[in-house]
């Protein structure tokens, strides 16, 4: 059983609609793949309904951003109750605070470039929110920059004086809200160290003790070292292990089925989830 446990659709920064996702991993081989678009859930109904027609299962997930010591963290909650009202604030909160920040970063970028909000609105697929890979589009379309990857690594970098933050919860708040939600968490690429600073075991271990069921070892960003040392950590800590492609369609590099979560680890996952994995 092939199992890929994070992928993005176009209600968030993905390229393709949430159909279209499902689609593809059933083309790529997939037995199961998760949809986990950022803050949303808007997805939901559009992939299940391709997965009743593909017969590739589906597990329904948002990806949430949050912070811990000023560190960013990604928090995969699976299979949790979307109308959980305190888990729905905050991705509501989160939403909102996505768009001001796409808003005053392209304040920032037109006083230099010729970008303006309706360049990236035509990024914009329905009703996602906008975020940067938006604002990276348009900056491809208008020839500002090659690809997303050289927008990410220049003018829309953190470090670059265009950028402008976001708020996010604070990551143990986010572990229980998905557990109070009836989710199943899991801390998404832990050790991406190109993406950032990340954050120390000791972290981790806080996550754990708030409820966190899973370590995302298995991702293009770690290195054959990091996956050793988080399958260790997890092993010390009762933590389940997956596998995941992070998949964004055209928007990146990253391929459906490139890393992939044990059957046991899926079993465990949807022991623990409030709804079941979509089975057509």
Request: charged share 20%; aromatic share 2%; with cysteine.
């Amino acid at each position: 059983m092939t199992i890929d446990l994070h992928a993005h659709s176009s209600a968030s920064d993905g390229t393709q609609p949430p159909g279209e996702v499902v689609v593809a991993a059933a083309a790529a081989g997939l037995d199961v793949v998760a949809l986990t678009d950022h803050d949303t859930t808007a997805g939901w109904e559009e992939a299940v309904a391709a997965s009743l027609a593909t017969g590739t299962a589906l597990v329904r997930g948002v990806e949430i951003s949050c912070h811990s010591g000023g560190v960013s963290v990604h928090l995969l909650a699976y299979l949790h109750d979307p109308a959980a009202p305190g888990l729905r604030a905050v991705l509501d909160r989160s939403r909102a605070s996505r768009l001001h920040r796409a808003r005053a970063m392209v304040d920032r970028l037109s006083a230099d470039l010729p970008l303006t909000w309706e360049d990236v609105l035509e990024q914009v697929d329905g009703e996602a929110t906008v975020g940067r890979p938006h604002l990276a589009d348009a900056l491809v379309a208008k020839g500002l920059a090659r690809d997303r990857g050289h927008a990410f690594a220049t003018v829309l970098s953190t470090r670059s004086p265009y950028f402008v933050g976001h708020a996010a919860p604070d990551a143990v708040q986010a572990v229980r809200l998905v557990r109070e939600a009836g989710g199943v968490p899991v801390f998404a690429h832990p050790r991406a160290v190109l993406r950032g600073r990340v954050v120390p075991d000791a972290v981790v271990e806080e996550l754990a003790d708030a409820g966190l069921v899973g370590l995302e070892a298995h991702h293009r960003d770690h290195d054959a070292r990091a996956v050793r040392e988080l399958e260790d950590l997890a092993a010390a800590l009762g933590l389940v292990v997956t596998g995941s492609s992070d998949y964004h369609g055209a928007g990146k590099a990253n391929r459906l089925g490139e890393r992939t979560t044990s059957p046991a680890a899926l079993e465990a996952v949807e022991a623990l989830g409030a709804l079941e994995v979509v089975r057509p």
